[in-house]
């Protein structure tokens, strides 16, 4: 199983995957944070830029193939987000503490998760678009 929280699982089998995934890159950099593994906080901020970007690509091709409604306000919280990311990135001096970047992170994405990214599950199962994956089991 993976490392999505259930509340954060939005039963859409790509985008479960890809935020597993990204999930997983954010838990590694806090524990390569953590151990103060600058270089390794290093590629693995390279990772999660290269993966944010692709997971927020294929959302957003999705989102316009189909004629999603809410497809511009979701995009503009994506480019927000990789904005953010790249600012981030580049000061040095968050750079130096990557425990405050994971933090932002995960902050931005449950609330992401929670809420755009559901609605936008929602309506891509309610049109039949995607498959769905088995929803974890709580308990
Ligand atoms: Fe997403
Ligand atoms: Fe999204």
């Known amino acids: 199983m993976g490392l999505l929280s259930s509340d954060l699982q939005v039963a859409v089998a790509f985008m479960d995957a890809e935020h597993n995934e990204l ?3 954010l838990v590694a950099l806090e524990e390569r944070a953590a ?3 600058r270089s390794a906080c290093q590629g693995l901020l390279d ?3 290269t993966r944010v970007d692709a997971h927020f690509a294929h959302e957003e091709s999705l989102m316009s193939k189909h ?3 809410g497809t511009r306000a979701h995009a503009e ?3 927000l987000f990789a904005q953010r990311l790249e600012v981030l990135y580049e000061d040095p001096v968050l750079v130096l503490a990557p425990r405050q970047l994971v933090e932002c992170f995960q902050a931005w994405f449950a609330l992401h998760l929670a809420d755009s990214d559901r609605r936008l ?5 309610a049109q039949n678009l995607v ?3 088995t929803p974890a089991r709580s308990g």
């Open 131 to 133: 498959p769905t994956s």
């Open 77 to 79: 919280q994506h480019a």
């Open 35 to 37: 151990a103060h593994d």
């Open 47 to 49: 990772d999660f830029r």
């Open 67 to 69: 004629g999603y409604p």
């Open 23 to 25: 999930i997983r890159v």
């Open 121 to 125: 599950a929602q309506w891509l199962l």
